[in-house]
C-alpha cells in the first residue's frame, strides 16, 4: 500500500521544490558527523519546529533505513501498529518500507500488529520523512505508532526491537537509525513549559526510560510522544547506547513570539 501524505502543504510545503528550499534552510550541516542510534526530533509544522529537528538531522550520518517511532494521535487502530509492506509518499517522491527490517521486527517483537488504519491519519512520522529522503534519496523506512503502554511492555517491545535490528544488520551490513518523534509540553505558559521540559529532558539524557514515565506522569507534562522515546531508551540501551546529548530545546514562542501559550520542542541525539 502507498501511504498518501496527509500534512503535505499544511504542516510543510506541498510542493517538491519549495519543500527542498524549505529543508536546505532548516538542516545545519557539520562537518563533523555523529553516527547514532537514535534522535528524538519535533513533529510540529516546520516552521515551528523545524530548525530544531534539522539541527539534529545535521549532525547525524545518514542512515539506510530508519525507524520511525510516533505517538497515535488519533487514537485509531491497534496499540502498537506496523504499516505493512509499502511506502510514504511526500511531495519529494516515494520511500519503500524495509520489508527485511519489517518481517524481522514481526518476529521478535511482541505486541506489534500489522495495521493500517493507525497510520492513515498520523503525522507524527509523516513530517520525518522528508527529512530522511533529503539525507539519504534511497533511504527505506520502517513505521510504528505507540499509545497506552505499561513500562513492562515498553521494556519487551525495545529489547525486541533491539534483538530484530542485530539480525538485520548481521544480513544486511546496513546502518540502522531509530527516531522518537515526540513534541512536549503543549499549550503552556512558556517559563512552565521549559521548566517541565527540562525534568523530561534530564530524564531522557539520563537514558532512563523509567525516570520519564515517571516524571511525565508526575509533572503532568503533556508530552505526546512519551511511549515512543521510551521504546527508544530501551532500545538504543540494548543497543550498547551510552550517552545522549541535548542539540537544541525551543518553544513556539522562540518562532511567534507569543509565550503565553507555547508548545515545546527538544532535538536529542543518542549514541
Do not use: W
Request: aromatic share 8%; glycine share 8%.
Amino acid at each position: 500500500m502507498k501511504r498518501e501524505p496527509v500534512v503535505a502543504g499544511y504542516f510543510y510545503p506541498g510542493k517538491r521544490e519549495t519543500l527542498l528550499t524549505n529543508l536546505r534552510e532548516l538542516i545545519i550541516f557539520e562537518d563533523l558527523k555523529i553516527s547514532a542510534l537514535g534522535i528524538v526530533v519535533p513533529h510540529a509544522g516546520y516552521v515551528y519546529s523545524g530548525k530544531v529537528a534539522g539541527k539534529v538531522y545535521g549532525r547525524i550520518e545518514p542512515p539506510d533505513t530508519a525507524i520511525i517511532l510516533g505517538p497515535n494521535h488519533t487514537g485509531l487502530g491497534c496499540r502498537v501498529a506496523l504499516f505493512p509492506e509499502g511506502s510514504f509518499l511526500t511531495p519529494l517522491g516515494e520511500t519503500p518500507i524495509d520489508r527485511d527490517l519489517l518481517l524481522l521486527i514481526t518476529e521478535e517483537t511482541p505486541f506489534t500488529t500489522l495495521d493500517v488504519l493507525a497510520h492513515l491519519k498520523e503525522h507524527s512520522l509523516e513530517v520525518q520523512v522528508p527529512f530522511l529522503q533529503f539525507l539519504n534519496p534511497e533511504i527505506k523506512i520502517v513505521a510504528l505508532t505507540l499509545r497506552d503502554l505499561a513500562l513492562e511492555e515498553i521494556r519487551k517491545i525495545g529489547e525486541g526491537l533491539s534483538k530484530a535490528i542485530n539480525r538485520y544488520k548481521e544480513i544486511s551490513g546496513k546502518n540502522v537509525l531509530l527516531i522518537a518523534s515526540s513534541d512536549f509540553s503543549h499549550y503552556e505558559p512558556h517559563t512552565e513549559a521549559q521548566n517541565k521540559d527540562r525534568l523530561a529532558i534530564e530524564a531522557i539524557l539520563k537514558l532512563s526510560e523509567r525516570e520519564l514515565l515517571e516524571v511525565v506522569s508526575r509533572e503532568r507534562i503533556s508530552m505526546c510522544g512519551v511511549f515512543p522515546v521510551a521504546v527508544l531508551l530501551v532500545t538504543c540501551k540494548s543497543l550498547g547506547a551510552k550517552e545522549a546529548h541535548l542539540i537544541e530545546y525551543k518553544t513556539s514562542g522562540d518562532i511567534t513570539g507569543d509565550y503565553y501559550s507555547v508548545v515545546g520542542y527538544a532535538g536529542i541525539i543518542i549514541q
